[in-house]
């Protein structure tokens, strides 16, 4: 079960991330340091609004913010001061931007050489694509995924999630935790980078592995695994499950009454199997539509056979299991109220995860953070009064309401 234990400090607790994201990509790497105790400051124009919704708070929750005109000059130096004190920097601009802005690696680390600069892109830092705008769908497209999407002969198919966006924030995470080891060697800091397309790619493993090294290019293979069989979605009387019975094959015919599928020449072994899928998965559908998807889960469970109901969102989060890991907490968010929020999905046993603040009011922030820089509170009116720094949007502040 997941204990939360206010006041012990996260494994990331005195490191000061600053976060230049936007969209999906690179709030995921900032939220999971946030979740592991970072010091997040969340950095955002004012004269930008937010998308809005409840995935303000699901991208943003456990930051700060402050906000900054990095156009101005007495706000560029706000920023280059937060970075004399940060440990962390990450940013998806497009290279071009933070080049025009100023703030790109070079002029960062000359200020403070022991930064950690994190990037995410759409296709890289250079190449020929470095400047193309880049968003979830053309990755998973140019990676390859939408291809091996779906069912056989349908089409290129999307998947239901942003999948290069969270994969790229996952990856960035982990080159931001392994500069901060190395950091710790050599007092050195480094520019940490992956894209949309570099973790799209990576992230199709096994696919990418089957052209790498056979010389094959995977086909859409449907709800099935494209390389072994039984495993996948079938139907029962009243839905589907999952199963995975290859390496429990005879297990699995004992478990569904299927004698008759064991003696059957066309599913001797898995080669055979394989090759006659469709008329192995009409078999096998025959006998599981005698009883519920409930009942096979109990019967398979019990031979020590993978196998699970396919649920819907609200199922999800009312399934035993999933309630007993708490994965959802509430948090409280000083317009919107209580709000659920998936927590952080690794347990440590020494330095837990904290799931504290829903996403900030633009701004909030911004006054305790300046002061933090030094500055003096007739400064931070002098900067507030500049436009060079506010403690609220120019335009309307979202809420879920």
């Not at 990509?25 to 409840?54: E, H």
């Not at 930051?63 to 000059?73: A, P, T």
């Not at 007739?378 to 060079?388: F, H, K, Y």
């Amino acid at each position: 079960m997941y204990k939360p234990r206010p006041g012990v400090p996260g494994a990331l607790d005195g490191i000061r991330v600053l976060d230049l994201t936007l969209a999906r990509a690179g709030p995921t790497c900032t939220r999971q340091l946030a979740d592991m105790g970072a010091d997040v400051i969340q950095i955002s124009s004012p004269a930008r609004g937010d998308l809005g919704g409840s995935d303000v708070h699901n991208l943003n929750r456990n930051k700060r913010s402050i906000l900054i005109d990095l156009k101005s000059e007495a706000g560029l130096e706000v920023f280059f001061r937060l970075v004399d004190a940060a440990d962390v920097i990450v940013e998806n601009f497009r290279a071009r931007v933070k080049e025009r802005l100023g703030i790109d690696y070079p002029a960062v680390s000359a200020r403070n050489p022991k930064i950690i600069y994190a990037s995410i892109s759409g296709f890289g830092q250079e190449g020929p694509y470095r400047d193309r705008p880049g968003l979830d769908q053309v990755a998973q497209g140019m990676g390859g995924l939408m291809s091996v999407t779906g069912q056989p002969g349908s089409g290129p198919w999307r998947t239901g999630i942003a999948v290069s966006d969270t994969a790229s924030g996952t990856f960035l995470t982990q080159g931001v935790l392994a500069a901060l080891f190395a950091r710790e060697r050599t007092g050195h800091g480094q520019w940490v980078h992956t894209s949309l397309l570099e973790s799209m790619i990576n992230f199709m493993d096994f696919q990418a592995t089957r052209w790498l090294i056979d010389d094959e290019v995977p086909q859409q293979a449907g709800n099935d695994h494209p390389t072994l069989f039984p495993m996948g979605a079938f139907k029962t009387r009243d839905g589907h499950i999952n199963i995975a019975a290859v390496l429990g094959w005879k297990r699995f015919l004992t478990a569904i009454d299927g004698e008759d599928i064991e003696d059957n020449p066309r599913f001797a072994d898995h080669a055979a199997r394989l090759a006659n899928r469709e008329a192995l998965q009409a078999a096998i559908e025959v006998k599981l539509f005698a009883r519920p998807s409930r009942e096979w889960i109990e019967i398979l469970n019990k031979a020590d056979l993978p196998c699970g109901p396919i649920y819907a969102m609200d199922e999800v989060f009312a399934d035993p299991q999933v309630e007993h890991l708490e994965l959802a907490q509430k948090v409280v968010h000083e317009v919107d109220g209580e709000v659920s929020l998936l927590r952080h999905p690794v347990t440590f046993s020494q330095t837990p995860t904290h799931l504290e603040t829903a996403a900030p009011v633009a701004g909030r922030q911004t006054a305790e953070i300046l002061a933090t820089c030094g500055y003096s509170d007739e400064e931070a009116n002098e900067l507030i009064a500049s436009g060079a720094v506010a403690t609220k949007r120019d335009v309307p502040e979202w809420t879920r309401k």
